[in-house]
């Protein structure tokens, strides 16, 4: 394996998946949300189905043993999406970028109640401290003098917090299923029928009424599913050239990302209480990774000796 290039590709995708979210925060709520989950799986079809044609037969890609299974990660990814997107409608993308942090300490939680995962104590010390990273940012939202027990809370950006955090646990149980899936199914089955649901479920919304976009929001749009679709394939691509575990600190990345557009695209910079929290679980994060890393290489010395 190369790891270089494997590593070049998940910064790749995390750009990409900053690159989505911040079409979708271009937007600015202008679009019903139902709509813009409808555009940004459907486009997103069309970079994905033309690498399935560069690996191969596309049909015999896409046979699956559990389709129960793929609902369950479609649901719970559509989830994810929904409340996501209107998070930006309240929080700055820089915002919302550090709270899907939560995710993985979500994703934790659930392996061990849903997969009966063996989590040890040091996963658990990170997840609180990734926690008590989560309560640094919340504190950027409230008060003037951002203090946790002020009482005076900015409901607007209150209510994008808790949007970001709903986002969070429905991305984390999609993670878990995931997780399920891979052992049965093949990669681009799992990202085809996901992108295929949640276009049926955005299509379903147009009873509710949507939006005829301006030629502006089109662009936006087509951009969400363009990037959406490329940061998949990446993310997916770069698992060949390395291990999860050497690229999962690299999702971090997506926070430069998103500082970098929000600063010359979106006029909006994060808080120092966001990047103090953002930092906090990062690195509970990356300490999660360093230590699985290096609970394996013992077992394989033990193994060897």
Known sequence: MNSRVGIALKIGAALCATLMLA???GLDGAIPTGEVIFFRSFIALF????WLK?????ASQLKTKNIFGHLIRGFSGTGGMYFNYMALVYISLADATAISYAAPL???ILAALLLKENVRFSRWLAVIAGFSGILVMLSAHLSENNSLFAGHIDLTAGLGVMLALLAALCTAVSSVQIRFLNGIEKP???VFYFSLMTMLIGMATVVFGWTRPSPLQLLLLVGCGFFGGMAQILITLSL????????APFDYTSLVWSMLIGYLFLNSLPTVSTLTGASI???AGIFTVWSEQRKRKLSVIRTVN
């Open 188 to 190: 681009g089955a799992i």
């Open 23 to 25: 079409c979708v925060k």
């Open 106 to 108: 979500f994703t934790v």
């Open 47 to 50: 970079p994905l189905l033309v």
């Open 54 to 58: 560069c690996q191969g037969n596309i």
């Open 240 to 247: 060949r050239y390395a291990d999860a575990s050497l690229l």
């Open 281 to 283: 679980v990062a690195l």
